[in-house]
């Protein structure tokens, strides 16, 4: 009896071994999941620039399909004196065109009436400031050509801009500027002169106290007069 209880504990613990042995090809930890990175390829796409950089080459030709489709000739100029309204001739499509554009694309915004000369101008568009120089830069270097055979005169209240019929390349350069005439009776030397392309709707008062500050010996404001801000408006 002995003996078969010796050989049937025997077979009972050789059973349980092969219970416990691990089978080929099994995980040791079956818990445990491989993941797939997977890697994206970015894609860089260049993209054309939302404005064009601006020539003399360029210029008269972006602005003629411009004045297309931007047919705004209202603006409104805000200062600390108060607002100035403003209505731009459709005569002069190429000054108003390039008026909207620069609105639109707010450069004037925070730039100044750097000329103050009382029973003249009111003269803005310019300063000092590094970060509008840059903006200007990004904007282009383009000269408009002159536009003074409409019949409009420098009427007090109107809005005009350094442009010459004469070969005079400093009279040429200043698409970002533009001033206010403040005279009384108008300043009508300048007629041929300048190209005239809007006239003042409302503000003229706001022109009058603008004129009155105080400026230094080369007619620059001794307390800056910013203009906050230019947009269209209906």
Same mark, same amino acid.
Not at 191 to 197: K, Q, R, W
């Given at each position: /009896?002995?003996?078969?209880?010796?050989?049937?504990?025997?077979?009972?613990?050789?059973?349980?071994?092969?219970?416990?042995?691990?089978?080929?090809?099994?995980?040791?930890?079956?818990?445990? &999941?491989?993941?797939?990175?997977?890697?994206?390829?970015? &894609?860089?796409?260049?993209?054309?620039?939302?404005?064009?950089?601006?020539?003399?080459?360029?210029?008269?030709?972006?602005?003629?399909?411009?004045?297309?489709?931007?047919?705004?000739?209202? +603006?409104?100029?805000?200062?600390?004196?108060?607002?100035?309204?403003?209505?731009?001739?459709?005569?002069?499509?190429?000054?108003?065109?390039?008026?909207?554009?620069? &609105?639109?694309?707010?450069?004037?915004?925070?730039?100044?009436?750097? =000329? *103050?000369?009382?029973?003249?101008? +009111?003269?803005?568009?310019?300063? $000092?400031?590094?970060?509008? /120089?840059? #903006? =200007?830069?990004?904007?282009?270097?383009?000269?408009?050509?002159?536009?003074?055979?409409?019949?409009?005169?420098?009427?007090?209240? +109107?809005?005009?801009?350094?442009?010459?019929?004469?070969?005079?390349?400093? #009279?040429?350069?200043?698409?970002?500027?533009?001033?206010? *005439?403040?005279?009384?009776?108008?300043?009508?030397?300048?007629?041929?002169?300048?190209?005239?392309?809007?006239?003042?709707?409302?503000? /003229?008062?706001?022109?009058?106290?603008?004129?009155?500050?105080? &400026?230094?010996?080369? $007619?620059?404001? *001794?307390?800056?007069?910013?203009?906050?801000?230019?947009?269209?408006? $209906?």
């Amino acid at each position: /009896m002995k003996y078969f209880s010796v050989i049937f504990l025997s077979l009972l613990l050789l059973n349980c071994n092969n219970n416990t042995k691990i089978k080929k090809g099994t995980p040791i930890n079956q818990t445990k &999941t491989e993941k797939k990175e997977v890697v994206k390829k970015d &894609t860089v796409e260049e993209k054309e620039p939302e404005f064009p950089f601006l020539t003399d080459k360029t210029a008269m030709e972006f602005f003629l399909e411009y004045e297309k489709h931007n047919k705004e000739n209202k +603006v409104r100029i805000k200062t600390d004196f108060g607002d100035i309204d403003i209505e731009l001739f459709n005569e002069t499509k190429f000054h108003r065109a390039n008026f909207i554009y620069l &609105t639109k694309r707010k450069y004037f915004d925070n730039t100044q009436f750097y =000329r *103050v000369i009382n029973n003249f101008i +009111v003269q803005g568009g310019s300063t $000092d400031d590094p970060d509008i /120089m840059n #903006k =200007r830069a990004g904007i282009g270097k383009y000269l408009l050509p002159p536009d003074t055979k409409r019949g409009f005169k420098h009427d007090r209240g +109107v809005i005009s801009m350094p442009s010459s019929e004469i070969e005079n390349a400093y #009279k040429l350069a200043s698409p970002y500027e533009f001033f206010i *005439v403040q005279q009384e009776g108008g300043a009508h030397h300048l007629d041929g002169s300048y190209t005239i392309f809007g006239k003042v709707l409302n503000g /003229m008062d706001v022109v009058d106290e603008i004129a009155k500050q105080k &400026t230094d010996d080369s $007619d620059w404001p *001794v307390h800056n007069i910013y203009i906050k801000s230019v947009r269209v408006i $209906d």
